[in-house]
Each structure stands twice: as C-alpha cells, then as structure tokens.
C-alpha cells in the first residue's frame, strides 16, 4: 500500500512539473519574444496530460492551477520591477506580492478548465472544440473584470502578425482568442488521430476566413498630417521633484522644436510629461500655447489635473495652441457666420480625465489600511479620481483623437465607446519607466498595436522612456524610437474615417456565441442523461 501512494506521489510530481513547463513556456508567445507558435505545443501537451486525470476532479484543478500559475508568472513577473525599485519593501515580499497576484488571476483559467470537466457524456470533439473555448473566454472576461480588472496577456495578442488577426476588426482581440483554442484543440484531436476531417475542416475554415477578413477595408484613409512624439527620457527618480520640474519643460520644449517645421504640426508629450498640478504651472502654459498657435501647431500633453471646487486631481490630457474653429451666431449685417479661436484655458473642455486606473499606482484600495505599510502604497500621484467612462474626443484642428492612458489601452470596450465614427486617431500616452528594462514596456506595445487593428485607426503612442511608435490604420509599424534615450518621432499619418464591425457590435456577437454554446451542450447532456456536476 505504502509502495502504491509513493508511486502516486511521483506521478502527481511529475504531473506538477510538466504543467509548470508548459505554462511557463507560454511567455514566449508575447512580446517582446513573439514566438506565436509556442501556443499550440503547450496547450496540446496540457490537454493530453488532463485526459489522464478525468477520475480524478481534485487533481484535475491542481494541475490545472499550476498551469496557469506558471503562465502568469512567467507573463506578468516584470510587475515586481516597480515593487523591487520604488517599493521600498524587501525583495522577498515583492516577490511574493506577485506570487498572490498571479495565483488570483490563475483562478479564472483554472475554473473555466475545471467546470470543463464537470460536463459529462461530452465527446472530445464537443469537449475541445466548443466547450474549453467558450469557458477560457469567459474567464478572460471576467479577470478584465472584477475587481475593476486586468485584461493582460489575453492569447490573441500574441497573434498579431497571423492569419488569424483578420478577426479582430470582427470580433476583438477575444475574437483571435477563441480561434487559438479552437484550433489547440483540433490539434489535440488530430494528434490522437480522432474525428480527423472534422478538425482539419475546423483549422482550414478559421485560417481561409482570417486571411480573408485581414484584406477588408473598414475605414476611409484622409489626407496626411504631420505629427512628432517627444520622448523625454526622464529618470523617474527625478521626475516629481519640484526642482526638476523646470528642467524636464525645457527639454520638452527643445525636443518639441527639433520636429518637422515646414507645415503643421501636431506634437505628443507623453503621460505627466508636465508633472505638476496643472493650475500651478498656468504662466507656462498660456505663453506655450499661445506659441504654438502662432507657430499653427498643436501640443497634447500629459499632465495632473486638479478640481479646485471638489479638491480632486485626475491623471489626465491637454491640447495646446492652435485648436478647432467654432461658429459664432450669424451677424445680423451680413448674415455670415463667423468663427472664433477656440484657445486654451484652465477651464477649456478639451481634454481628457482617466477612466480606468491602476491599482496601488493611481489609487490605493482600503489606504487607510495599506498606505502606512510601504513606500510602495503611497506612491506619488496615487490619489486620483476617476474621470468619466464616456468622454468627448480630444479635438485639434487637423483631427479627433480618442485617448487612453497607459493601463486603459488595455480595456478594448472602454476605447470602444469612445471612438466615433468621426474620431480619425488612436492616442495612447503611458510612462513605462515604472517597469525598467523588464518585458512589460513591450508587452503594452503590443497590446496598443491590436487596438489600432481593431478600430482600423492610426495610433499613436508616447511615452517618457519607451516604448514611444506609430501604427498605421492596419496595424503596421511605421516607426519607434529607442528605449531610454531622449529624442522625436516625426511621421506622417493618414487619420481613418469609418466604423469597424467591432466597433458598432463589440463582444456581443462573442456573447451569443458562448451563451448559445452553453445552453446547447447543457441541453445535450440533459437529454443524454448525463447532467453536469458542479
């Protein structure tokens, strides 16, 4: 009998340790490694190694625990850079921070997977093809969602530059996501060598349909205009001290004027790229845009912006200099309509509040608990409010851009209802120098790329120290600066009109689709008999 449970024990070990490969080995689907291959072998591997523990539930949910556990760290270990440089709190306990944040989000794979199983008098084909599909996207809707949400490291990201990208104009990001895992898990059926038509026809159909929805044209390109991303590369050390403020303007400044002089210009400044209260640094800002208007180019920059009246600061967006043109009434003389400059002021409309913030960076749950116990609780600017969910697009007088700040870039829905059929740009302003020289600074590009392919949008995205890079309307690179080093990125973009079907639907086909698949095969097992067992 003793002889028997150690030979269990080793098997559950070595059970253990496969499934923490495999997850782990995932990472390397993402930026900035970008092998999205990697994908297909881990998760056929990990759904071999499930069928051997049908019989056995408890087991089923370890291993499929450890699995996304691996995963997760290994994607979101370059959270601990920020901890381990500002936190002020030992190595030790910032390593386990992150442990307990990514066995949080592990729960929701692990739970989808788990349910999974709980369906019985399923065939395999049922099993891979519909069911662990439609529940790994529920659990990704739900970790982007409560608790306000972390929608990193969704598995369609990795797939940017496949086939399979064709959908997220469509369907989203989440789209590209269950194709992955239907196609994993036709790949489990055929390596088993069962229902081979079926899944070859599964593969083939969702290949063809991408390649074919990546040639369609869902917006209408407009004529060029000329934009310069600023880069300051400022060390965040020094970045909100008061004697640095100044320094860090005038290297803006310089930066600013070393872009593209001979036509109109629209100029980026990243995220708190001016890191003071925006009601105390007026006597810069009203000669600056004054400045620029002359000069007919326009600024949009991050700065902190303060409620004098309700006593709250936002992490929040400006315009500068020259700006839209609004109509007067008609003069009864000349029954003309004149227009006015609308320029910038302390109380202008024309800008942006964040929406969705970070965690612990922008406001600090149950401070009056956590803020006393490190450094790394009471970070600068870590008092924010919200801003509204839906807000006006930032206007210019060449075209309307729909903001995100850093982490909102993240949140597809919150872009989604805020980009209008009139909105011709995708702006995105972040300060990755949180993250150091870490994977997380790529893994937000990339991210902020798949927005632009959703919406079929030029996007643009500065940042303090990287990485700053301009996409066009499909998702293509037109260029990016270095990391860590203080210069401009000047191009020349075409602004895109139009709607996406994504755009007008969102998720909810995506919806449909799951709650159709699940009332199906919770139907299909009460008329076979076989109930699920949850």
């Not at 390593?95 to 989808?112: E, H, K, M, R, S």
């Not at 409560?146 to 369609?156: K, M």
């Not at 998720?507 to 199906?520: D, I, N």
Request: a positive charge.
């Amino acid at each position: 009998m003793i002889e028997k449970l150690d030979d269990l024990t080793k098997h559950l070990y070595g059970q253990l340790f496969v499934a923490f490969i495999l997850g782990a080995v995932q990472v390397f689907a993402f930026a900035p490694f970008e092998q999205w291959w990697v994908i297909y072998p881990t998760f056929v591997g990990f759904f071999l190694l499930l069928q051997q523990l049908q019989k056995t539930t408890r087991r089923y949910f370890l291993i499929s625990f450890i699995f996304s556990l691996s995963s997760l760290i290994a994607t979101l270990h370059w959270i601990y850079v920020s901890m381990d440089l500002f936190g002020g709190m030992p190595k030790i306990v910032s390593a386990l921070l992150i442990v307990l944040l990514c066995a949080y989000l592990a729960l929701y794979p692990t739970l989808a997977l788990w349910v999974s199983s709980r369906f019985l008098g399923l065939s395999n084909a049922q099993r891979y093809l519909l069911l662990i599909p439609v529940l790994w996207l529920i659990s990704d809707w739900l970790r982007g969602y409560v608790l306000t949400g972390f929608p990193w490291a969704y598995l369609g990201y990795s797939h940017a530059d496949t086939p399979l990208v064709g959908f997220a104009p469509v369907l989203g990001v989440q789209g590209i996501t269950l194709a992955i895992m239907v196609i994993c898990g036709a790949l489990t059926l055929l390596i088993q060598k069962q229902n081979i038509s079926l899944s070859l026809t599964v593969i083939i159909t969702l290949l063809i349909s991408g390649f074919i929805l990546q040639k369609q044209q869902y917006t209408t390109a407009q004529p060029e205009i000329s934009v310069s991303l600023v880069q300051g590369n400022i060390d965040q050390n020094d970045k909100w001290k008061k004697e640095q403020l100044f320094p860090s303007l005038q290297k803006y400044v310089a930066l600013s004027e070393t872009g593209q002089d001979s036509q109109p210009e629209l100029i980026i400044w990243p995220e708190s790229a001016i890191a003071a209260l925006e009601i105390n640094v007026q006597a810069f800002l009203q000669p600056l845009s004054a400045n620029l208007a002359a000069k007919n180019k326009t600024l949009i920059t991050g700065i902190i912006g303060y409620n004098v009246t309700t006593d709250s600061y936002y992490n929040s967006i400006i315009a500068l200099g020259k700006l839209p043109k609004h109509k007067l009434p008609e003069q009864p003389s000349t029954r003309q309509p004149l227009t006015k400059q609308q320029g910038y002021s302390l109380h202008s409309q024309n800008r942006y509040q964040k929406h969705q913030l970070l965690p612990i960076g922008e406001f600090v749950p149950f401070e009056t608990l956590l803020r006393p116990l490190a450094p790394y609780f009471n970070l600068p600017m870590s008092s924010f409010q919200r801003g509204a969910q839906v807000q006006k697009n930032l206007q210019t007088d060449q075209v309307s851009l729909a903001a995100a700040i850093c982490y909102e870039i993240a949140f597809p829905e919150l872009l989604r209802k805020n980009i209008g059929e009139e909105t011709g740009v995708i702006l995105t302003v972040s300060n990755d120098a949180w993250f150091g020289h870490s994977i997380g600074p790529a893994q937000h590009l990339q991210i902020a790329r798949m927005r632009a392919i959703e919406f079929a949008r030029p996007l643009l995205r500065s940042t303090n120290n990287g990485v700053t890079a301009i996409f066009d309307a499909s998702g293509n690179e037109q260029g990016r600066l270095a990391v860590d080093v203080a210069a401009v990125l000047s191009r020349q973009i075409q602004p895109a009109y139009g709607q996406t079907p994504y755009q007008y639907a969102g998720s909810y086909p995506l919806y449909l689709y799951c709650l159709s698949v699940l009332l199906g095969l919770f139907l299909y097992c009460r008329y076979n008999k076989q109930p699920t067992k949850l």
